[in-house]
């Protein structure tokens, strides 16, 4: 005679999966953050050699940025790299959002530039490059692929009081509008835990707590000799 689970047997079977699954999916989900973080940074890593590339082509300067004609900082480096895919970040998914001049947009790269290297600008001008950040993860919010790490007051004024207070990195907006603050809405703040991963002009990427990468001389590792566009 053939002996059949009971009602009772089957529950507890029953309860011990879901038991598992609650404890499992979270250990699951916490190694493919994991996985998806390493990737973030291996994108990083080919980015900043497509980078140093570039510059070894270009007399150690970097790629140029061209508003007027649309021509973006990455564009200049997809001759550089395997895949665009690079230029998309397993962080979060890329939706269309409003550019500064308010029209809907799918941006093309999911990594910001630092300013100082957005306009051909060498990459010799930091007294330390491998504490320099070049390359920053773009707030899935913002379309623009850029930020200024650096209060707008510094371009008149290299000595501004200003270089203090991160509250005063901001900027005129786009064509007159209000300012805006062109450093840490531009950027994905903490889309690891509690940070980002980097890129820095010697080339190597690694994660910084938020907080870690604005420490000390303000704003830390986003522009360690305070410089702007127009003040170097």
């Not at 300067?61 to 973006?72: A, F, K, Q």
């Not at 001008?125 to 200024?148: G, K, M, T």
């Amino acid at each position: 005679m053939k002996r059949a689970f009971t009602l009772i047997e089957l529950l507890v079977v029953i309860a011990i999966i879901a038991i598992l699954a609650a404890i499992l999916f979270p250990v699951f989900a916490q190694a493919k953050r994991a996985a998806q973080k390493t990737a973030d940074l291996s994108n990083f890593s080919q980015i900043g050699k497509s980078i140093m590339l570039y510059a070894q082509d270009h007399d150690d300067h970097s790629m140029c940025t061209d508003h007027d004609h649309g021509l973006h900082w990455f564009d200049s480096l997809y001759g550089y790299v395997k895949s665009r895919d690079v230029f998309k970040t397993p962080a979060y998914q890329r939706k269309a959002v409003l550019n500064d001049d308010n029209v809907l947009e799918l941006p093309e790269s999911d990594y910001s530039i630092n300013g100082l290297f957005s306009h051909g600008e060498s990459l010799s001008i930091n007294s330390a490059p491998a504490e320099q950040i070049i390359i920053a993860l773009r707030n899935v919010e913002v379309a623009e692929p850029d930020y200024h790490p650096w209060p707008d007051s510094a371009e008149d004024d290299p000595n501004t009081p200003d270089w203090d207070d991160l509250a005063q990195y901001i900027g005129p907006g786009h064509d007159g509008g209000p300012e805006e603050d062109w450093f840490r809405e531009r950027l994905a703040l903490k889309p690891w835990g509690n940070g980002s991963n980097f890129g820095f002009v010697d080339g190597h990427t690694k994660f910084l707590p938020w907080d870690r990468s604005v420490s000390g001389r303000l704003p830390g590792y986003h522009n360690i000799d305070r410089l702007t566009e127009e003040v170097h």
